[in-house]
């Protein structure tokens, strides 16, 4: 047998130690980073050397909210580590994990349910949140300094559905009403008599 640290033979009387599936002689067995004697010790391995406690902690990433040390799993986001339970949504706490996320001004991290609830434009239609849903494009249009899904984009009259476009079929506002052609020539045929 061969000391995996020196290649030097393992006698068969001499103590030897085994770790890393690999055997050594007691004095080689050691920390790689600051040769500390290892034998009988709790040790890491990093990157398939023997590392003793002090300094495989000193390698440790801290976490970017809590400032703990990270020693099992990390969530990789916004160029930062995190323990899993500290990357989690600014309003639920729930942990994110790997789902998508959002983040407001100030960089506070939420799930994007959280973050559309908060921060989602409200259509003035029907005052329901103008989000995306699962595989579909969602579109806002503004008129008249107000927000409103596609679908409630609509005559308020005739409730015609109005183009976003200028058209024929596009939006006609008469007094801060929103009106397809047909209705705000009557609408302003009306109120001029």
Not at 36 to 52: M, V
Not at 58 to 79: D, F, N, S, Y
Not at 117 to 128: E, F, H, I, P, T
């Amino acid at each position: 047998d061969i000391c995996a640290f020196c290649h030097k033979a393992l006698g068969p009387r001499e103590p030897t130690v085994e770790a890393m599936r690999k055997q050594y002689h007691p004095d080689c067995f050691t920390c790689r980073t600051c040769r500390r004697l290892l034998a009988g010790q709790r040790y890491f391995q990093r990157d398939g050397c023997p590392t003793c406690d002090t300094c495989f902690q000193a390698t440790l990433e801290k976490c970017a909210k809590c400032q703990g040390l990270i020693t099992e799993h990390i969530v990789r986001a916004l160029g930062k580590g995190y323990h899993p339970s500290c990357f989690s949504c600014a309003a639920c706490g729930r942990a994110i994990g790997t789902e998508s996320f959002a983040l407001d001004e100030q960089g506070d991290v939420y799930c994007v349910p959280d973050y559309y609830r908060k921060y989602a434009v409200v259509c003035s239609a029907c005052q329901r949140p103008i989000v995306p849903h699962e595989d579909e494009d969602t579109y806002k249009i503004e008129c008249l300094g107000r927000s409103f899904h596609e679908s409630c984009y609509r005559c308020e009259s005739c409730r015609m559905p109005l183009s976003p476009e200028l058209t024929e079929n596009g939006c006609y506002p008469l007094d801060d009403h929103l009106l397809c052609k047909s209705c705000h020539i009557h609408w302003r045929n009306e109120s001029s008599c």
